[in-house]
C-alpha cells in the first residue's frame, strides 16, 4: 500500500512537471468593453448672401454690363463644418475659362456696336485708320482680379492675389489664373472664414496694349489724342468659368505663383 501511494506521489509530480509549470498561485484579470476606432469628418460649406451650400454652388461672381474702370465686388464664406478641431487648408481654383460675344437684344448676333467693329476689323476714327490685325483674343487676358481672405479670423481680410490698385504691380488677370490652386488660409473645425472676390477691367491705350501683348497683335499706329479706342475690343465680350473651393487635410504641393 505505501509502495502504491509513493507511486502515485511520483506520477502527480511528473505531470505537473510535464505541463511546464503553468499552474499558478493567486490570480485575477479584468477586460476593457466598448472600445472603438471611428473615422472623423472634414466637410466643406460654401456661403453666399448667408446662405450655406453643398454642390452645387450658385454663381459667385455675376456682372452685367460691367464698365471700365467700375470694379465689381462679390463676397462669400468658407465653413469647415468638421466636429474635429483641427484645421484645414482653404483653396480656391478659376477652372472651365470660356470667353465669348455676349448678344442683347439691341445687338443679337451678327450685329455688334460700331465701335468695337472699328476695333476689330479696321475702320475711321476721328478721320484715322485704326484695327487690329488679329481680332483671336480672349477678354479674361483684361480682367483684373483680386482676391481677399480673412486667414487669421480676426475680421478683417487680408490680400491673396492681385492689387486693388487696379493695373498697379502685382496686377494678376483671370486668365493667369486658369487651373491653378490658390491658397487662401487654413480654417479650424466649425469655423466660418470670409473672402472676397474683386474685378475690373481698365482703359487700355496703345502703348499699354503693346507692352503687355508686343507683336502678337499688330494694329495700326494713330496719334489720337484719346488712344484708349482698344479698349473698344471688350464690348459686349464676356468670361464665363466655374470657381471651386477645395478644404484638404494637408496641403496642397503644387500652389499659385504670381506669373511674371
Not at 30 to 53: A, H, T
Request: proline fraction near 6%.
Amino acid at each position: 500500500m505505501k509502495n502504491i501511494f509513493l507511486s502515485v506521489v511520483i506520477i502527480c509530480a511528473l505531470v505537473i512537471a510535464g505541463v511546464g509549470g503553468t499552474l499558478a498561485g493567486f490570480s485575477d484579470t479584468e477586460q476593457s468593453i466598448g472600445n472603438r476606432f471611428e473615422v472623423g469628418n472634414m466637410d466643406l460649406k460654401v456661403s453666399k448672401n448667408g446662405i450655406e451650400y453643398n454642390d452645387p454652388v450658385p454663381a459667385i461672381a455675376e456682372a452685367f454690363l460691367a464698365w471700365p474702370c467700375v470694379s465689381q465686388d462679390f463676397s462669400f464664406d468658407l465653413h469647415n463644418l468638421s466636429d474635429n478641431p483641427q484645421s484645414g487648408y482653404a483653396y480656391i481654383k478659376f477652372k472651365n475659362l470660356e470667353c465669348k460675344e455676349v448678344f442683347t437684344t439691341k445687338f443679337p448676333s451678327p450685329a455688334r456696336p460700331e465701335p468695337k467693329t472699328v476695333a476689330e476689323s479696321g475702320g475711321l476714327l476721328n478721320q484715322e485708320t485704326i484695327g487690329i490685325d488679329d481680332e483671336v483674343y480672349c477678354v479674361a487676358d483684361f480682367v483684373e482680379i483680386y482676391v481677399q481672405f480673412d486667414t487669421n479670423g480676426d475680421g478683417r481680410l487680408e490680400d491673396i492675389i492681385g492689387n486693388p490698385i487696379w493695373g498697379g504691380a502685382g496686377t494678376v488677370y483671370l486668365g493667369d489664373l486658369e487651373e491653378l490652386w490658390i491658397p487662401v488660409g487654413q480654417i479650424p473645425g466649425c469655423n466660418t472664414r470670409d473672402g472676397k472676390i474683386s474685378m475690373h477691367i481698365s482703359n487700355w491705350s496703345e502703348e499699354e496694349w503693346n507692352a503687355k501683348f508686343k507683336t502678337e497683335y499688330a494694329f495700326f499706329a494713330n496719334d489720337l489724342p484719346f488712344n484708349d479706342w482698344l479698349t473698344n475690343l471688350f464690348q459686349n465680350e464676356g468670361a464665363y468659368f466655374d470657381i471651386e473651393f477645395a478644404l484638404t487635410q494637408d496641403p496642397i504641393p503644387a500652389i499659385y505663383q504670381v506669373p511674371d
